[in-house]
């Protein structure tokens, strides 16, 4: 089975002055080894179906399931666990933590596993290496450009290397050309086991995944099925 994530009639509504259906009974299967991404007009559920994805947020109804095993949302240690293993999240503003260099951004979620702190920095420094920014490894947040967080944030959510990578809006604060440097990483991460879903308003990035989807009417609506 090439299923990494299914989704079993998963719906969200939020409940404000109104409530709002946010996603409306979503069955979807994402493969590993495919790189998808999501588009859709603003408040159409995106972040909210990624949220949902990566245990941050619960459905109101339905079921998750990773690698074949429903996930319990009232179990949060385990799924705390779960993210830390196997998922990596990028969001839109990179939140990296101002008062550590990018080097330690990048290996403190290997510590948070229980990893030795060596090998840690050691793979931090290779993955540093990877993107071309072992020059600003000893830099702190406020020291790098935009591009240069974000990817210092991709570097992050790869240092455990998960098996499914997630990304909100990656590149949704940054200039077109910087925006490209780092789709190109996102894009060449894709592995024979490895998920890569991504939100994105940019039709041209849009177009560089596998498997087009949008949000529409808070269903997922598969634009095309291109294999590559
Ligand atoms: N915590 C929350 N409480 C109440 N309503 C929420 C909450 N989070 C999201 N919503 C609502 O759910 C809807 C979907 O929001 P979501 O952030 O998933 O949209 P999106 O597709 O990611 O939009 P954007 O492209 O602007 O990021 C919106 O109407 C939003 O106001
Ligand atoms: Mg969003």
Redesign the pocket.
């Given at each position: 089975m090439n299923n990494l994530i299914n989704l079993k009639n998963i719906s969200k509504t939020?409940l404000?002055e109104k409530k709002?259906l946010?996603l409306k009974k979503i069955n979807y299967s994402f493969s590993k080894g495919k790189v998808y991404s999501l588009m859709?007009p603003?408040?159409?559920?995106?972040?909210?179906l990624l949220n949902i994805l990566s245990m941050i947020d619960k459905p109101s109804k339905g079921s998750l399931i990773i690698d074949n095993k429903e996930i319990n949302f009232s179990n949060t240690s385990i799924n705390d666990k779960i993210r830390s293993k196997k998922i990596g999240i990028i969001y839109q503003q990179n939140n990296l933590l101002p008062d550590f260099t990018a080097l330690e951004n990048v290996y403190l979620p290997s510590l948070a596993l229980g990893n030795n702190r060596k090998k840690s920095i050691e793979k931090a420094k290779t993955i540093i290496k990877k993107i071309g920014l072992s020059a600003r490894e000893n830099h702190y947040p406020s020291e790098l450009s935009g591009g240069e967080m974000q990817r210092i944030a991709i570097a992050r959510a790869l240092i455990n290397e998960p098996n499914i990578l997630l990304a909100d809006?990656p590149t949704g604060s940054l200039d077109q050309s910087t925006a490209k440097d780092v789709f190109k990483i996102l894009k060449n991460l894709k592995e024979k086991n490895r998920l890569i879903i991504y939100?994105t308003?940019n039709r041209f990035f849009a177009n560089m995944a596998d498997c087009k989807l949008e949000?529409i009417d808070g269903n997922i609506k598969t634009i095309n099925g291109r294999i590559k």
């Open positions: 939020f404000n709002i946010v859709g603003s408040g159409s559920g995106k972040s909210t809006e939100a308003h949000m």
